[in-house]
């Protein structure tokens, strides 16, 4: 009977060390906070974040065992903002080498508008112009208008970044809002 309670303990205790190890180097969950990913991500949503898109790194930590890829484009990432400390959730505008220029409502990378707010009208706007440096993004909400990101914080080193998001799974509005947000998060160049 005592070796019984030994191996039930035992494997107990492994599994709960291997969640840990899984959910500290693999996967992670995050609540949106903000509505500054309008219309891809909404205020409630909760979505998973793959921590080894782009590095392996030791559980609970940001020591970076071995990095696998860098960010693209339009990759939905969450990370540490530079100033605060604090986990913010935007999408990759500007990756090292990109010229950006941008102000309050517009933002152009490598000459070309991005975000939902963009058309072909020109803009009478004072730009302020950036080139993103080497091992740094340039990280935007993609409600441009109500984003705090790399306008007010400066470029993110990608030693911030803690994974992709990959997936809308739940919306703490209620299971209606839930089933009608539920889906993969949408990268785009």
Do not use: C, W
Not at 5 to 19: D, P, S
Not at 37 to 58: H, Q, T
Not at 86 to 97: P, S
Not at 175 to 187: A, D, M, N, P, V
Request: aromatic residues 10%; positive net charge; hydrophobic residues 40%.
């Amino acid at each position: 009977m005592f070796n019984k309670i030994v191996v039930v303990t035992i494997n107990i205790v492994a599994a709960t060390a291997l969640i840990f190890l899984l959910r500290g180097s693999f996967v992670e969950a995050n609540q949106i906070v903000s509505n500054s990913m309008l219309p891809e991500l909404a205020k409630g949503d909760l979505v998973l974040v793959n921590r080894a898109s782009y590095a392996i790194r030791f559980p609970f930590t940001n020591f970076t065992l071995l990095n696998l890829s860098a960010p693209a484009r339009g990759d939905v990432v969450t990370f540490l903002q530079p100033k605060t400390g604090e986990l913010y959730i935007k999408r990759v505008a500007g990756i090292g080498g990109d010229e950006s220029r941008y102000s309050k409502n517009s933002i152009i990378v490598n000459g070309r508008r991005y975000g939902e707010e963009a058309d072909d009208k020109p803009l009478n706007v004072r730009y302020t112009k950036l080139i993103v440096p080497e091992d740094y993004f340039f990280l935007v909400g993609d409600n441009i208008s109500a984003s705090s990101d790399s306008r007010s914080f400066g470029s993110v080193h990608i030693s911030r970044l803690v994974g992709k998001a990959e997936m809308r799974y739940l919306n703490l509005d209620g299971l209606k809002k839930s089933l009608e947000r539920f889906g993969f998060i949408h990268s785009f160049q």
